[in-house]
């Protein structure tokens, strides 16, 4: 009996540590705004105890590093915004401009993340069912510091990524990542076409807790996207469940075993 009972012990340790080396169960995008809208759709019955950030939220709201609202140097559509800065610390985390794009023109701010509405910048990011949302500024890497509150699924808006080729990957805290290529018959050659829009999912088997989000864009193409309505959520974990399931039929098998 206790030999059996190192055996099950076993079996329970062995797979704990292989659901979180597995970590993502779904890592996906919805393209165009009708599969979009359906996975947001999708993403909230599916999930339970979410928090969004819609960046519609006022200024006074954000801890904004480096604020400002206009390049003073600059003319034309980019020459103003809602808000710029360097890094935004909103109630689903702060996102941080990483590594600003090179190949940027002289008009815009390039080391800053913005916050757009229709009458400002980039009109091909403009997400007609939201009034504001977060803009790349052509970045070549954005990071998303996730707030630590143990949730384990996460859904946003993405628009105008990946007409230069981009790719998202998801760092976790025990070493683990995946990545997301963004594909589609947009152009013919697997990117999307501009002005897209796509709706990111991902679900875990383990809590998100210390991760990031980067945004990769690839140095010198001078292309970027809109993030708006960003979701984090809690849904069932598989391998918690699994565990469960194989305590509880060890105990079954224990107490067979003594009758």
Known sequence: MKLFSKTLMSLALSGMIGTASASVIKFEAAYGLADANAAA???????????????????????????????????????????????????????????????????????????????????????????????????????????????????????????????????????????????????GDGRQPNGNIAYITLFSDVAFTGVNLLFENGEGNADGWGIDNVSLARVSEPGTLALLGLGLLGLVIARSRKV
């Open 41 to 187: 759709a999708a993403f909230s019955t599916s999930t339970y105890n979410g928090i969004t950030e819609t960046f519609d939220n006022p200024i006074a709201d954000y801890t904004i590093f480096n604020e400002t609202y206009q390049d003073p140097g600059a003319t034309g559509d980019q020459a103003t915004w809602v808000v710029g800065g360097s890094a935004f610390e909103t109630n689903v985390g702060t996102f941080t401009m990483t590594a600003p794009n090179t190949a940027s023109n002289s008009n815009v701010r390039n080391d800053l993340l913005m916050i757009e509405d229709a009458t400002t910048g980039e009109f091909g990011r403009n997400m007609a069912y939201d009034s504001q949302w977060l803009d790349s500024n052509d970045a070549d890497q954005v990071t998303w510091d996730i707030v630590d509150s143990n949730y384990n699924a996460l859904g946003f808006f993405l628009s105008d990524a990946n007409d230069q080729g981009a790719t998202l990957e998801f760092l976790f805290s025990n070493g683990a990542s995946s990545t997301l290529q963004f594909k589609g018959p947009g152009t």
